[in-house]
């Protein structure tokens, strides 16, 4: 009887120290959310959703395709206006001030060319891409006991010098998916400021599961911009015109 417990003692340590190596824990992460074949049978994905910001429920679409491109837009007032998008070659994006489209400097558009493997996740077949991810250890976000992993990508342009492109992912013990991001912005007017984007709601859509609710905030701050995710299409058919820049 002694026997047999120690065996399973010994069974069930060298589990748990095996599902604690990043390997597995990735690994574990794509299996519980589908699969990492099915995940890289996609081609294009196209969201639908909600932004909450002063008391207004504003409705976004984002789609991103395997080659790289993508769209970040909303409708405000009855009008449609694209925050961002990238057609593989050029990043453009409406001016708030002017209300007109314009081009994004070469910089922007380098660093969304280093990114493209980003789709359809960044930890998808991570190493052939040339990331880099480690196991710091556990933490807890809001109470959930998390793995967090230190992910390196490819360095971003920034005042013409390469820098650090490091992400924190922690992820859920139970679950094995990530509820939180951290992530210093190293351009723009948050430059400096560690943001936070948590992540929960995970619902299945064709096997796939991806989170439906998303709130952006700074590291420290109790509120943030929640983003609610009403649809989520998988392999849609795109117009290439909507990425591309309009005068």
Do not use: H
Not at 8 to 18: D, G, H, N, T
């Amino acid at each position: 009887m002694k026997k047999t417990l120690l065996i399973l003692a010994l069974f069930c340590f060298s589990s748990i120290v095996k599902a604690q190596t990043v390997d597995e824990i990735i690994a574990q992460y794509l299996e519980n959310t589908g699969g990492a074949s099915e995940w890289a049978k996609l081609s294009s994905i196209k969201m639908e959703g909600k932004v909450s910001t002063q008391g207004m429920d504003i409705p976004i679409e984002i789609a991103q395709t395997k080659e790289g491109k993508m769209y970040m837009k909303f409708q405000l007032q009855g009008q449609e206006m694209v925050q961002q998008a990238f057609d593989g070659k050029e990043a453009w994006g409406v001016n708030f001030m002017t209300m007109k489209p314009e081009k994004s400097d070469s910089e922007t558009t380098e660093n969304m060319k280093r990114e493209i493997g980003d789709f359809p996740d960044p930890f998808l077949n991570l190493k052939s891409k040339g990331y880099k991810a480690e196991l710091l250890g556990k933490e807890n976000v809001e109470g959930t006991e998390c793995f967090k992993v230190k992910l390196t990508k490819k360095p971003l342009l920034v005042d013409g010098a390469e820098v650090e492109n490091i992400s924190f992912y922690f992820f859920d013990t139970e679950n094995f998916v990530p509820i939180m991001v951290e992530k210093e912005m190293k351009t723009g007017p948050a430059k400096g400021i560690t943001t936070q984007t948590l992540m929960s709601d995970y619902q299945e859509v064709e096997g796939l599961y991806f989170p439906f609710s998303i709130t952006e905030k700074a590291k420290g701050t109790p509120q943030g911009q929640a983003i609610n995710i009403t649809k989520v299409e998988l392999n849609p058919t795109l117009d290439p015109s909507a990425f591309a820049f309009k005068d």
